[in-house]
T-cell receptor, first 116, second 110 residues
């Protein structure tokens, strides 16, 4: 089983619909992240959380919200989806920078979202 | 905010040749990461560079870090087709979340 699991893997929805992407991890990491990938733009940070009570906006948080339900679960919501939110979304986890893996990110398989 | 720039963004090279991908970053980064992504797949960690002068090698790939020049390089030696992928570098400022470059799409041809 994957250490970082994202659901759904693929989703097609319509403009204005509410969408939730879920992420769960078994790595025991405190830090979790949501990134968005668009062709030619690399990965851009949407939100990140360093523990259950910590939520931080990233570079492109407008139009998104998150919830950290537990150490192992971090969900991303689009309250009213729009076509330019069509992208590949990645959840990732890490330990802290001084940890054994030096803050290295471990990624889920990605959730491909299409907004029509 | 830490900005990360990679070049080139696209690279087509012949098997057996050597090449270097460059990663420049805008402000102090306390560590530098390299990732590989195959088409339609997730990202896989290649290297973590933690200090000035750090060099790491795995097979035909070698990564280095020069914090004074704010530059990391990924050197490819005697390229093979299996190295075709997109390579990303990412930096972290003071332990915060990673900022990624736009990626270098590498195609190795016979």
């Amino acid at each position: 089983d994957a250490d970082v699991t994202q659901t759904p893997r693929n989703r097609i929805t319509k403009t204005g619909k509410r969408i939730m992407l879920e992420c769960s991890q078994t790595k025991g990491h405190d830090r979790m992240y949501w990134y968005r990938q668009d062709p030619g733009l690399g990965l851009r940070l949407i939100y990140y959380s360093f523990d259950v009570k910590d939520i931080n906006k990233g570079e492109i948080s407008d139009g998104y919200s998150v919830s950290r339900q537990a150490q192992a679960k971090f969900s991303l919501s689009l309250e009213s989806a729009i076509p330019n939110q069509t992208a590949l979304y990645f959840c990732a986890t890490s330990d802290f920078p001084g940890g054994r893996r030096a803050g290295e990110l471990f990624f889920g398989e990605g959730s491909r979202l299409t907004v029509l | 905010e830490l900005k990360v720039e990679q070049n080139p963004l696209f690279l087509s090279m012949q098997e057996g040749k050597n090449y270097t991908i460059y990663c420049n970053y805008s402000t102090t980064s306390d560590r530098l990461y390299w990732y590989r992504q195959d088409p339609g797949k997730s990202l896989e960690s290649l290297f973590v560079l933690l200090s000035n002068g750090a060099v790491k090698q795995e097979g035909r790939l070698m990564a280095s870090l020069d914090t004074k020049a704010r530059l990391s390089t990924l050197h490819i030696t005697a390229a093979v087709h299996d190295l075709s992928a997109t390579y990303f570098c990412a930096g972290s400022n003071s332990g915060y979340a990673l900022n990624f470059g736009k990626g270098t799409s590498l195609l190795v041809t016979p």
